[in-house]
């Protein structure tokens, strides 16, 4: 679904293995957490030289802003992925918030370099998502094969080892593996027993997943083998409130037979993203669908699959309350609490044992979290959580 992202950095984009400790257990909790970085990308922000865009989400004014646009915003971060050098790639996903509004929107990846010290994100560059090799079955909007969001509603990204990437999607929901450059490497992978609304091949059938409502998240695990995409949307006929979290073998191609489930605090919240802490753990985030003063959940979670209380769920700890982050150095001349109000965040990365970068979809330009009557900007922020999560080391690649 589309999100409202943010970018956030100031303090520093210091990333060193802090000491390990036993945070995470069932059990456990974990204090106030504090903002260490904020930068900003603005709202109107565009890919130069790119396509016009935005001709179906009518006229406007949108918190001020005229449509259409006269290229591709840089918006809707609902994936990220860390790099060695302190640049990372974003996710753009499928534009508009729906597929009859989002064809002229080309589905991106960006790469950024936020900058913590003077509080910018400078965008490098990135590429389009496209299937020349006509992997898919289905009609495509454009005759050139490149993807838009009247396609696809990608949500969620890995790098796998060999450099190419797995995409979550939320119209099928989808598995789609790309190369290092944006090009599909095979036919988009379903997900046996579940379709959405948009699924191009439901046939008049009955969809049992609410719109858009597919791969919100997805971790890969830290040897690399497998994928734990997470669905946002409950399933017909399971526990409200109830996600499934599924387990996927990269080498072989295949769902395997495990799955698991993760409970929402409540069946109106939504996760955002989800990434690998080690083998059994995961960092997963949780949000209300309210904005600006009137958000009020707006969480990360430490999310352990070996249920220790038997109760068939993922057990839960919270890590970071994004509505009451400490602010002692007043960093981005916020006060000394600090509130990440956005509609949707969908973005996580582990920088070191202790430290994540937090990033929104800022949904482009309906949202307006930061400042009434303004469009919301793309925010990056990282957060020093209370003390050590004691991650496999190769979690944070």
Do not use: C
Not at 281 to 287: D, G, Q, S, T, V
């Amino acid at each position: 679904m589309k999100r409202i992202l943010t970018i956030i950095g100031a303090a520093a984009l210091t990333f060193g293995l802090a000491q390990p400790a036993s945070a995470g257990t069932h059990g456990d909790t974990f204090g106030q957490a504090t903002l260490t970085g904020f930068a900003v990308l603005p709202a109107e922000t565009f890919v130069p030289g790119s396509e016009p865009s935005g001709s179906a989400i009518g006229s406007g004014p949108f918190n001020g802003i005229s449509a259409p646009f006269a290229g591709q915003p840089v918006q809707g971060f609902s994936g990220v992925l860390r790099r060695r050098d302190g640049t990372f790639d974003v996710l753009s996903d499928n534009g508009y918030g729906a597929k009859a509004n989002s064809a002229d929107f080309l589905l991106r990846v960006h790469h950024i370099k936020p900058d913590v010290s003077t509080g910018k994100v400078e965008v490098l560059g990135g590429f389009n998502l496209s299937d020349p090799d006509k992997h898919i079955t289905f009609p495509l909007t454009r005759a050139d094969r490149v993807l838009t969001g009247a396609d696809f509603d990608v949500e969620s990204i890995v790098r796998s080892e060999d450099g190419t990437i797995w995409i979550g999607d939320e119209f099928g929901p989808f598995l789609l593996h790309f190369s290092a450059t944006g090009k599909l490497l095979g036919a988009p992978i379903p997900l046996p027993g579940v379709q959405a609304p948009e699924n191009p091949y439901l046939n008049g059938g009955t969809p049992n997943l609410g719109r858009s409502k597919g791969f919100e998240g997805m971790a890969r695990s830290v040897d690399g083998k497998r994928l734990y995409p997470l669905l946002e949307g409950t399933v017909a006929g399971d526990e409200p409130g109830a996600l499934r979290m599924y387990e996927f073998d990269v080498r072989k191609g295949a769902y395997t037979k495990h799955r698991w489930t993760y409970q929402l605090e409540s069946p109106s919240n939504a996760i955002g993203d989800a990434i690998a802490v080690d083998r059994h753990r995961f960092l997963i985030i949780e949000r209300d669908n309210a904005e600006g003063d009137a958000a009020a959940f707006k969480r990360v979670y430490l999310a352990d699959m070996r249920d220790r209380d038997d109760d068939g769920k993922l057990d839960k700890t919270l890590v970071a309350d994004l509505l009451d982050l400490a602010n002692p150095k007043g960093i981005g001349g916020f006060g000394p609490t600090f509130r990440f109000p956005f509609q949707t965040i969908e973005d996580v990365a582990l920088l070191d044992d202790q430290t994540l970068a937090i990033l929104n979809d800022n949904n482009f330009p309906f949202s307006s979290g930061r400042t009434p009557g303004k469009p919301d900007a793309n925010e990056f922020i990282t957060v020093r959580l209370s003390q050590p999560l004691h991650a496999d080391p190769r979690a944070m690649f």
